[in-house]
T-cell receptor
């Protein structure tokens, strides 16, 4: 079974708007990663946040982690057409197995 | 730096036929993973190698799937005989960190269609 679950399943926004997606997980983790997958391509690593961190930034990306709620959010600011992709969270639990969620599909309209 | 190379990119076979996928990881990466991604789902780990040894193959359907990593570099994933439900993208990934806590580098994937 998948450890992480993203919400919403799909998101459609206008170019320039912000996109927020969430990831909830079931068991304690060591760290959480976010990946992007463009249609027909492999996954690309975006950002890693450790269990003792609460927030992390990378360019237009902002990730938060709330271990008490077992959830994380990914915010993409000032979205562009190139941000159209599926976004996956991946968690490594106590057994160190990396588990991916089903993803959030983001469509950025011009 | 060259990325993870996979081939073929696309393969269409009839059920009960066999197929093999090849992966060349990033140079120097000791850990290699094979994931199966069914349409609309996230990647599911099939097998993980550390150098040429298997670390985790608990989700590999061993009655039909096999994988090897000779000399700790290239890897092949074989399916024999294929079933309709094996239609998926097979993703290879590598990492320099064998603890599963680091960044994974993915190839473009091999899309399999079983008719």
């Amino acid at each position: 079974s998948q450890q992480g679950e993203e919400d919403p399943q799909a998101l459609s926004i206008q170019e320039g708007e912000n996109a927020t997606m969430n990831c909830s997980y079931k068991t304690s983790i060591n760290n959480l990663q976010w990946y992007r997958q463009n249609s027909g391509r492999g996954l690309v690593h975006l950002i890693l946040i450790r269990s003792n961190e609460r927030e992390k930034h990378s360019g237009r990306l902002r990730v938060t982690l709330d271990t008490s709620k077992k959830s994380s959010s990914l915010l993409i600011t000032a979205s562009r057409a190139a941000d159209t992709a599926s976004y996956f969270c991946a968690t490594d639990a106590v057994d160190y197995k990396l588990s991916f969620g089903a993803g959030t599909t983001v469509t950025v309209r011009a | 730096e060259a990325g993870v190379a996979q081939s073929p990119r696309y393969k269409i076979i009839e059920k009960r036929q066999s197929v093999a996928f090849w992966c060349n990881p990033i140079s120097g990466h000791a850990t290699l993973y094979w994931y199966q991604q069914i349409l609309g789902q996230g990647p599911k780990l099939l097998i993980q190698f550390q150098n040429n040894g298997v670390v985790d193959d608990s989700q590999l359907p061993k009655d039909r799937f096999s994988a090897e990593r000779l000399k700790g570099v290239d890897s092949t994933l074989k399916i024999q005989p294929a079933k309709l439900e094996d239609s998926a993208v097979y993703l290879c990934a590598s990492s320099s960190d064998g603890s599963n806590t680091g960044e994974l580098f993915f190839g473009e994937g091999s899309r399999l269609t079983v008719l």
